[in-house]
């Protein structure tokens, strides 16, 4: 069973923090992962992907990934009140097949506050 | 470029009854995802297509789901009939290839089950 785990939240910082969000998983064989920005009543909005151990910096995000610890991150640099949103955790399990499905976590809720 | 198209936005039904959700992936990808996600949770796959193919339909409840994507392009979803715990958002979402691409999301469907 491939589980996916985020922290639970809801998690609140001011504006101009980092907000850290976490997400482990438990199949050693994924090597895919996704963060997910979904604002209520919207769909999941793709906004970072990582494939390989370290960092993955785009703009104000920053993807970590651990594969030996299983947990891959999400930083939010200088928080924003529009970044408010649930953000979903999604891993792939990459056995060479043309299996595409993601697994996602509940998701964390983030308020940033002004 | 176009997004996913999803229709309609918005279905209540009473239970017992049938639905029908539409789909239209992004022009030219090949693997067309159907995913239902139940409020606080994340989105759990239902089936995926590899163009007209069924890849993995493992989570449908096929006593009363079907799904089909006839052409390779569109794709439609049926629920009968339909129980209280299938109200839900259905969300459809489409990549170039399965296994190595990002997700793109279309807007959903937002069931109610009465």
Not at chain 1, 69 to 79: A, E, K
Not at chain 2, 47 to 54: A, S, T
Request: proline share 6%; with cysteine; glycine share 8%.
């Amino acid at each position: 069973q491939k589980e996916v785990e985020q922290n639970s939240g809801p998690l609140s910082v001011p504006e101009g923090a980092i907000a850290s969000l976490n997400c482990t998983y438990s199949d050693r064989v994924s090597q895919s992962f996704f963060w997910y920005r979904q604002y209520s009543g919207k769909s999941p909005e793709l906004i970072m992907s990582i494939y390989s151990n370290g960092d993955k910096e785009d703009g104000r995000f920053t993807a970590q990934l651990n594969k030996a610890s299983q947990y891959v991150s999400l930083l939010i640099r200088d928080s924003q009140p529009s970044d408010s949103a649930t953000y979903l955790c999604a891993v792939r399990p990459n056995r060479g097949s043309t299996l595409g499905r993601l697994y996602f976590g509940r998701g964390t809720q983030l308020t940033v506050w002004p | 470029e176009a997004g996913v198209a999803q229709s309609p936005r918005y279905k209540i039904i009473e239970k017992r009854q049938s639905v029908a959700f539409w789909c239209n992936p992004i022009s030219g990808h090949a693997t067309l995802y159907w995913y239902q996600q139940i409020l606080g949770q994340g989105p759990k796959l239902l089936i995926q297509f590899q163009n007209n193919g069924v890849v993995d339909d493992s989570q449908l409840p096929k006593d009363r789901f079907s799904a089909e994507r006839l052409k390779g392009v569109d794709s439609t979803l049926k629920i009968q009939p339909a129980k209280l715990e299938d109200s839900a958002v259905y969300l459809c979402a489409s990549s170039p290839e399965a296994g190595i691409n990002e997700q793109y999301f279309g807007p959903g469907t937002r069931l109610t089950v009465t």
